[in-house]
Structure formats: C-alpha cells, structure tokens
C-alpha cells in the first residue's frame, strides 16, 4: 500500500514551543513506509522552505504559505495541524471543504460551537478526522483499563480521585510564546490544554460524567513574561485559572474527584498521582506528569492486604518519550482502526464539558454536557 502523504501545518524552524518538530516529526521521518512529508504550509512560502530545510526533508517537498493552496495540492492526503487552537478553524477548513483527511492537535477550536461547525464539515465532505487527544492511547491508561475491563482486579468501582501538578514548567511565569495562556479567547490555555488531556483519559476509562461541580481560581493574577533573554520583558493580568477543584458523579453512580494545578509538584513527588477505589481493591499509578511518559501502577489487593506492582508493555521505543502516543495515533489511522482513536466528533464532546466547567463555576451551578 502506499504511503499516506502528508501536509503539515506549523512546522516552524523558529518556534519556541514547536509540538510538531518534537511530538509529531519523529514517528513521521521514521515510518516513510506508512507517511511520506509531501508538503509544509507555514504563514509564508519563505517560512515553509526553511522549515523543509532546517528539518532535513526531501526537496521534493512543497513549501506553502496560503491553507488554500495546501488544500488544492492532489498530492495531500492528510493534513496535519499544528498551529495555535486560535487559528485551527482557518488553516484546517479549506481541506475539510477539499475532503481531505485532517489530524488537528487538541483543542480543535477556541469554542464548542466552532469544534462542532468543523465536526459538521467533516461529516458532509466524508473526511476522515484524528483529534489530538493522544493519551487515549498510552500504554498506562490501556493497562488501567484492561485491569478493570478485563481482568476485574478491583470489582465494581466505588470512587477515584486524580491530582495533577503541571499545565506549565514555571510556577508564576510564561515564556513569551505562551503569553496567549493567559486569555481565555485564545481557547489555548492550562484549563483547555491540561485539564482537557486529564479528563479526556480518566472518562475513557471511567465513563463520562454525568454531573460535576467545578471551583476555579486565580491565585497568581500577575504573571511575568519571560523573554528570549531569560528577563521579564512584561507582566500581564491573567484570565485563565491557576487552580481547578473538580468534584462529579460518573454515569456508574461513582464519584470523581478532580484536582489540577499549575505549577511543579512538591519536590520529589510525582506529578501525577490517580487512584481508583473498587470493591475488592485500589488502583494506583503515579507519573511524572499528565504526560504520562512513563510512571508506576500498583494494585492493593484487599483480601490478601498484598500490593502487586503491575508491568504493562511500552510502545515505540525508539522514539522520545512525548512522541510515542502520538505514532500509536497515526498507526491507528493508518490501519483504518476507525473508532480506536478520538476523532472530531469527540472533541465537540470534550469542548462541551470543558466550556461547562467555566460556566458552571462561573453560575454557581451543576454542571452538565451531555
């Protein structure tokens, strides 16, 4: 079979926070067998040929600075989004009007309703759609949901609890090219980004909630931009919360609790700490962060009072860390596993809860997006 081609939008050679050079690259240039890079779309043809140059691409490969133009190239099967969430809607558009198949990173779009006018498009033109939703498929969540799904270690769930410390490496402050963070416009932020991730994997493997009750808070309103210098250039009034309390129902009957902060965690522990309460045992795994690079997953067998260290099996070993899920997203999609991988119509899902998790605090009342 030959292989899938690709036009990628937001290469740069110049960003200071480039996902598409670390996550997606890697697995791309490995895997030419399945993908072949056959086109770069950046905000000018300049910007695009430095691109294909700086990351050692074919020659062949086209350089563009116009969506339009990516969109009429015959020789594009998959378009690959990598631009900030406020411009998704207008490089992505014009090749779901072509009908091209688009793997945009996640969130799909600054609102719902926008996420939901793309899922449409997509629909009526018959695209194939890949939202980068991608710890769907690490080896960590896979494994917890096997040991409930499968295996029964733990029985019926009675409650789970998650706490997350991350969303940014700093504390207090942005670097410049994530000063867009602090304005909830944008639609990219710790809330969106981070808590959309967290979420979207714990409901994989719990289910959707079915009610919650969301505490947002601005702890730290002034926030220092850091510029190339490693010097604050500006400070800036933030918009966006620093903490986030969520407490709901699941569809089971079971209670969530939620906690996701910005910032590292206290020193030597992990980032990550998620434990799931069943009738006969406890899940646990702890990681470094809502990444989930690598962590630990141990059981709590309460007949037996014995705690079993789980093994699960990696995946993609030979690529960084922060690349893997995303190769087992664009294996999926190679192998046609339709349905095995979040698509566009579950991002408008996930939009829905996390804009309800804004208004409901905002309201003072429950929750609900489904």
């Not at 490969?61 to 009429?72: E, I, M, R, S, V």
């Not at 719902?112 to 498009?121: H, I, R, T, V």
């Not at 959309?196 to 009610?211: K, N, R, Y």
Request: charged share 20%; glycine share 8%.
């Amino acid at each position: 079979m030959a292989p899938i081609r690709v036009g990628m939008i937001g290469l740069s050679a110049q960003a200071k926070t480039s996902w598409a050079s670390t996550a997606h690259l890697p697995y791309l240039q490995s895997s030419q067998e399945r993908y072949v890079i056959t086109a770069l779309c950046n905000s000018s043809v300049s910007a695009a040929r430095l691109a294909i140059k700086s990351y050692g691409l074919p020659a062949t490969t086209k350089a563009y600075g116009n969506p339009d133009d990516l969109a009429n190239d015959q020789e594009v099967d998959l378009v690959v989004c990598n631009t900030r969430v406020d411009v998704h809607e207008e490089v992505i558009k014009p090749s779901l009007i072509k009908g091209k198949d688009v793997y945009c990173e996640w969130p799909l779009s600054s609102t719902a309703d926008n996420a939901a006018e793309l899922s449409s498009l997509a629909k009526r033109t018959n695209a194939n759609t890949i939202i980068g939703l991608q710890r769907e498929k690490s080896p960590l969540v896979q494994r917890i949901k096997g040991l409930i799904e499968q295996e029964n270690k733990i029985g019926k769930v009675l409650s789970s609890a998650i706490s997350v410390y991350g969303g940014t490496r700093t504390r207090d402050s942005l670097i410049q090219g994530l000063k867009y963070f602090t304005l909830k416009s944008a639609g990219g932020n710790m809330i969106t980004i981070g808590l959309g991730h967290t979420i979207d994997f714990v409901e994989l493997v719990l289910g959707e909630l079915s009610s919650f009750d969301s505490q947002l808070s601005i702890q730290r309103p002034q926030v220092p931009i850091i510029g190339d210098n490693g010097e604050v250039i500006e400070t800036v009034t933030t918009e966006v919360a620093d903490h986030i309390m969520l407490q709901g129902t699941l569809a089971s009957g079971a209670p969530l609790s939620v906690l996701f902060r910005r910032g590292p965690p206290f020193k030597g522990l992990p980032g990550l700490q998620w434990s799931i309460y069943g009738e006969k045992g406890e899940i646990r795994l702890e990681t470094g962060s809502s990444m989930l690079v690598d962590g630990t997953i141990k059981v709590h067998h309460f007949e037996s009072d014995s705690v079993e260290d789980m093994t699960y099996e990696g995946h993609f070993d030979h690529l960084p860390p922060i690349a893997r899920d995303v190769a087992a997203m664009y294996e999926a999609f190679a192998d046609k596993e339709h349905g095995v991988y979040p698509n566009f119509e579950h991002a408008v899902l996930r939009h829905k809860q996390i804009e309800e998790v804004f208004k409901s605090s905002e309201e003072n009342r429950k929750g609900v997006y489904i």
